[in-house]
Structures are given as C-alpha cells and as structure tokens.
C-alpha cells in the first residue's frame, strides 16, 4: 500500500476467484456511489457520482497479458465519448 494526501495504492498477488470478489465489490459500491478501499497501512473513501470516465486498455506479450480498468470521474460536466465498449467472453 502506498498513501499520499487522498491516496491509497495497494498490490498483491490474489487468485481469479478473489479479484473476481474484489470487482463484484467494487460494482456495489458504484452502485451505492461509496466505495473504500483499505489494508494495513491505510484506507480511503470515494463517491462516484455523476457520469464516470471508464479507461479499458488490454495487451498480450510473449509471456504477459495486462488488464487495466480506471475509472475516473470530477465534478465538472466535460466528458469525453469515443462510443460504447464490448467486452465478450469465448466458451
């Protein structure tokens, strides 16, 4: 965890089920517009409101794949829109 003034960094390695829950956390609270992350070494509460920036970048190397997912949001009505996002899953 690394924390500055209003912010809160945390790295570990978890297993897909657990950052399956985290996610299903992190939905609820969006949902709810409270979300607070925490670990040993400090926490820190957000309010998303209003419309959210959501980033998705997504690469594959040799020997390894990336996920990145932000969501970023103010309190200013500018928003960018590049058109909606498809996410599929293969059986």
Do not use: C
């Not at 790295?11 to 939905?27: F, N, P």
């Not at 670990?39 to 209003?50: N, R, T």
């Amino acid at each position: 965890m690394l924390q500055r003034k209003n912010r809160f960094r945390h790295e570990s390695l978890e297993d897909a089920k657990t950052i399956q829950h985290y996610l299903k956390a992190i939905t609820k609270g969006l949902e709810k517009g409270e979300l607070v992350f925490s670990d040993d070494d400090g926490s820190i509460e957000l309010h998303p409101q209003g419309l959210l920036n959501l980033k998705v970048v997504a690469s594959e190397d040799d020997n390894k794949n990336r996920l990145e997912i932000r969501i970023t949001w103010s309190n200013d009505e500018a928003h960018t829109e590049t058109g909606p996002l498809t996410i599929q899953t293969k059986s």
